[in-house]
């Protein structure tokens, strides 16, 4: 038998795309980054970033994240490590769909091999594509985009139930007072203090 689901972790999957560089157009274009990420049996989740028009800015800068959080079972990992991330520059059409100026991959075991599991601001290469309409310069450097991926372990689902109790006893005490011997007074105290911060930061402060 396997280990109690209990005491099986989850990971947050963190992606940044940060911009873009050796971008050389004979028109201004209206950019933006797609990407595919695993979404098992075989699936993959579709996400766009913002549209950047090349008329109104001289710098294709996204600074855009996304995290998906999964399982961290041995299966998952395994199923994340045999994948790859896929990053398409597409250019928007006036009508019809979209153009693919540029593509990219980056296969996630390079992520788990990597210190700390993270791969901070490196310069992917692109390899360009025919978009059959001329707007990409073939130029001497590689169009690339600058992005940064993280994995992330998250509570076991035995201390996300910890947390849960932990919470109700809280809220029992906030409500009505605690008649058993504990330390729920000291706890509300912190749980106050964690609330009141997060108001501050909520407020700009």
């Not at 961290?72 to 979209?98: D, H, I, M, N, P």
């Not at 809220?171 to 504990?182: E, Q």
Request: charged share 25%; hydrophobic share 35%; proline share 4%.
């Amino acid at each position: 038998m396997g280990a109690s689901h209990h005491f099986v972790p989850s990971l947050c999957c963190e992606v940044r795309i940060f911009e873009a560089k050796n971008i050389e157009l004979k028109s201004h274009a209206n950019l933006f980054i797609r990407y595919y990420l695993p979404a098992g049996n075989n699936g993959r989740i579709q996400l766009n970033t913002k549209h950047i028009s090349t008329k109104s800015s001289p710098m294709i800068i996204w600074n855009e994240s996304f995290s998906l959080e999964c399982s961290a079972s041995e299966e998952s990992v395994k199923y994340l490590k045999r994948q790859t991330l896929v990053f398409e520059l597409r250019r928007r059409r006036k009508l019809g769909k979209s153009v693919v100026l540029g593509r990219a991959e980056m296969p996630w075991r390079a992520v788990f091999e990597s210190p700390n599991m993270e791969i901070d601001r490196y310069w992917l290469p692109m390899v360009s594509m025919n978009d059959g309409d001329g707007v990409l310069e073939t130029g001497l450097k590689p169009p690339s985009i600058r992005v940064s991926m993280k994995m992330v372990g998250g509570p076991t689902v035995e201390e996300m139930e910890k947390q849960k109790k932990r919470k109700q006893r809280l809220k029992n005490h906030i409500d009505g007072g605690c008649d058993c011997d504990c330390d729920c007074g000291a706890d509300y105290e912190i749980y106050a203090l964690a609330a009141a911060l997060e108001g501050l930061v909520h407020q700009g402060f």
